[in-house]
């Protein structure tokens, strides 16, 4: 499989190096070629498979060149084997039409772990091949950090360096980051916003030379193999309900666009998905996109779901790009307009590509609250506040009512217990796997936001290429 970049001069490369890469040389994100095509047998055939093997199907062509099946399985079974829950991604059936998808079963608790952990593994067993070595810099709001931070813990070829911005993520969530001791993990508290964190991280790969020194990397979601390890549990839970024979619609709490933009996949892949519902909250820059063709940005409003709290959605460019009718010449001209005026219009091409498969809500806080509620009363679940933006948007879908709506259930409730509490009057207790969280120890560095001291620390601590 060969992966070419949205903006249309990054060279064409396989998976491996498009793993490695993150984002291509243009400035764009890599999408396949061409997409594979599942046929309503090879649908039919996946009923019944483990996590496991629907992953090993439904990934196969998109790693062909680069790995072997049985090598796919090894790197799939260590990366499922860490999730608490034998099925990985569990349905929960809330009503005659409504289902939640869990994603949330792996070890830091969000529908991250799903693709990280398969990244983790993924970059361990291209870097061994290649001798070399990787120093993973981010910034987080929360949930990424953790993720990122677990799933390549302790592995030798690669140094993990997050910055968050200090006081501004919860106790669990820096807690989730803080107390990973191993000695490839270097937390860093910024005296700033995660904007200001962000643009740090921005810096760092903008300094060519110390990039290349340190051959950084990044675990954003712009990395296409992340997006892929998602397409996966759609298949999973379509085939679980029905699919091929009948049609699946999933509702998606969205913010940068990677989870529903897998479940597009998804559908040109083969998967008769009825319809995408993008859930936004008030930070609705999204809706308005897919509503009435306006893509401009505003000011982030912080909310109860900030892994949702955003204003740019990276992976946004690549529907702009598929749906528009994979002309990156042109994509490239209309996103150096965007970086300038933060402001563009969907072409009638995009629209018309986007709105066959796509609609959108914003849901705002009493919308949130009014489906922690329901799901409560009606099931007796305890949702998470992104899940709820999800449902919100799920029980406004306009659809025949024989069409199962799938929620997204992105968080375990556990994340976010002041939100869920103040909703429901219930405090989610952690599970018992991340139980001794409050009392671990933990290490992180504290850092002014400048960015001297934050390339000084890293110099000193990663390790140069050779
Ligand atoms: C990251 C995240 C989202 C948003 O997912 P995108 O792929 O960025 O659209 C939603 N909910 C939770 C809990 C998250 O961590």
Redesign the pocket.
Known sequence: MHYVSTRGSAPALGFEDVTLAGLASDGGLYLPESWPCFSAEDIRALAGLSYVETAVRVMAPFVAGSLGEEELRELCTAAYGRFSHDAVTPLVQLDHRHWLLELFHGPTL???DVALQLLGQLFERFLSRRDDHLTIVGATS???GSAAIDAVAGREKIDIFMLHPEGRVSDVQRRQMTTVLAPNVYNIAIDGSFDDAQALVKAMFNDAAFARRFNLSAVN?INWARLMAQVVYYFYAAVRLGAPERAIAFS?????????FAGYVAAQMGLPVARLMVATNVNDILHRALSEGDYSQGQVVATA?P??D?QV?S?FERLLFDAGGRDGKALAEQMKGFEASKAMRLTNAQREGASALFTSARVDADGMTMAMRWAYDAAGQVI?P?SAIGLAAARSIDLDPSVPVVTLA??HAA?FPTAVERATGIRPSLPSRVGDLFAREEAYAKLPGTFDAVTAYVAERATPRA
């Open positions: 969000a529908f991250k929360g949930d990424t979601s998606v709490p969205t913010g940068n666009f990677g989870d529903v779901t892994s949702m955003i959605s992976n998470d992104h992105t968080a994340k």
